[in-house]
């Protein structure tokens, strides 16, 4: 026999989208279960990418959340892009007034799983087999397994944040559900490595042998990606060969700065364009990665869970205290909007950015060309920065 709970709102996924929700809800006296399937060890394991809008920075502070943000962050004014030993930085600061700050999204999943097992309610982690049911009635369930028993939880509404194989999207009927899709020909081969960052701003560098990026964690831990094939066999990328590929392609004066090390993690990620239309149906809400996947060139995947979270927080906090439904009706439009636009800067970074065609190909001009008016022109930067720091909710 299913052991039988309740609560206003039902959660899958304890990733960044999850957890501040839950978070921000709390805030106001509303309650949620988070039904996480993996263990907080795999969750706060998982090396992510680590760029905050102004605005995904702000909503971690109206979360409580930022402590730490604030005192480890690395506030940043600008990036350099790099393409055949040009060098441009993009001032944010000068074309925007805004920055971004440098935090790892790690960091960021570790400090909302300390404030939410603080009291603000349980975390299910090891759910087996959640599902999700009557979502297009009054009251849906969700149903999974752990501790070897089964369990249901009876809800007002389901956050479906489980991620892009997640089975929240998958719970919406098919002919109910729009999807766009582009997968890139390419993944990214990155490495963590507890070595000094080669330069105190990100660089983005465009090279006939392929993309690549100098980040960092702190500055005593930086981040490197190469563009490789999608497939690519780690075992044929010793340490050595990466660094010397890294200071080829991100030019001479990062090589120059650049300390190189063991690596303390190494992985290749696939990239991808997605997006499912709606990001709701009846009284399931989809929120971050399970409605949308970004390719990372524009450091948009958790901003977007931030930015889902802002919306659908705020929609669930006007019915609950006002008994206002209209922003919960208007959540899917509301955050899709910003979704596309993100989608397209996601999609125009990595396709001026990246080995796409033979160097003497048209294409390979047009990326130039794109690179040259880039350079040349203040509207075009403050296009790129504006949209880097984060465009308005
Ligand atoms: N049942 C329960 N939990 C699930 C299920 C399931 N069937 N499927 C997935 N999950 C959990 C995953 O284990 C993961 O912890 O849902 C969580 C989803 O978290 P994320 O993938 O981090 O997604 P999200 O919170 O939307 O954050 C988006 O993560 O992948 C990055 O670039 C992305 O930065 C973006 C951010
Ligand atoms: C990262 O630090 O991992 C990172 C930064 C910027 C990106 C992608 C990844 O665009």
Not at 180 to 187: A, L, Q
Request: proline content about 4%; overall charge negative.
């Amino acid at each position: 026999m299913a052991s039988q709970a309740q609560t206003q709102v039902g959660i899958i996924g304890a990733g960044p989208a999850g957890l501040l929700l839950a978070r921000l809800l709390r805030m106001h006296g509303i309650d949620s279960v988070i039904l996480e399937q993996r263990d907080r060890a795999y969750v706060e394991g998982r090396v992510r990418a680590g760029v905050l809008e102004q605005g995904t920075a702000s909503l971690l502070e109206e979360a409580g959340v930022a402590a730490r943000l604030k005192r480890e962050g690395l506030v940043h004014e600008g990036i350099e892009i790099v393409a055949r030993d040009r060098h441009l930085r993009i001032d944010f600061r000068d074309l925007t007034g805004k920055a971004v700050v440098v935090y790892g999204q790690t960091e960021v999943t570790k400090d909302l799983i300390a404030a939410r097992l603080a009291g603000d309610g349980p975390i299910v982690w090891n759910a087996a087999d959640v599902a999700v049911h009557d979502i297009d009635g009054e009251q849906p369930t969700l149903t999974y397994r752990s501790d070897g028993r089964d369990h249901l939880l009876v809800c007002d509404f389901v956050a479906g944040c489980d991620g892009f194989h997640g089975v929240s999207r998958q719970s919406i009927p098919a002919q109910a559900l729009q999807s766009f899709e582009r997968v890139y020909p390419f993944g990214w081969l990155g490495i963590l490595a507890e070595v000094p960052p080669c330069s105190h701003e990100l660089i983005y560098a465009r090279h006939e042998r392929g993309f690549s990026l100098a980040s960092m964690r702190s500055p005593t831990r930086s981040r490197y990606y190469i563009q490789c094939a999608v497939d690519e066999d780690l075992s044929a990328w010793p340490d050595a060969r990466i660094w010397d590929e890294l200071k080829l392609r991100l030019g001479p004066a990062a090589a120059a700065g650049m300390t190189t090390g063991p690596s303390i993690e190494k992985s290749v990620a696939p990239l991808r364009s997605f997006v499912a239309m709606p990001m709701r149906f009846g009284r399931l809400f989809l929120a971050g990665d399970a409605a949308h996947i970004v390719p990372p060139t524009g450091a948009k995947g958790l901003n977007l869970a931030a930015s889902d979270v802002h919306y659908l927080s705020r929609a669930l906090i006007a019915f609950y205290k006002k008994g206002q439904a209209d922003a919960l009706e208007r959540y899917s439009e509301s955050a899709l909007a910003r979704v596309w636009k993100a989608e397209r800067f996601s999609w125009w970074m990595t396709t001026m950015l990246h080995k796409l065609h033979d160097e003497s190909s048209f294409e390979a001009q047009m990326q130039l060309a794109e690179l040259d008016y880039l350079a040349s022109s203040r509207a075009a930067q403050t296009a790129l920065a504006e949209n880097y720091v984060g465009l308005p909710y």
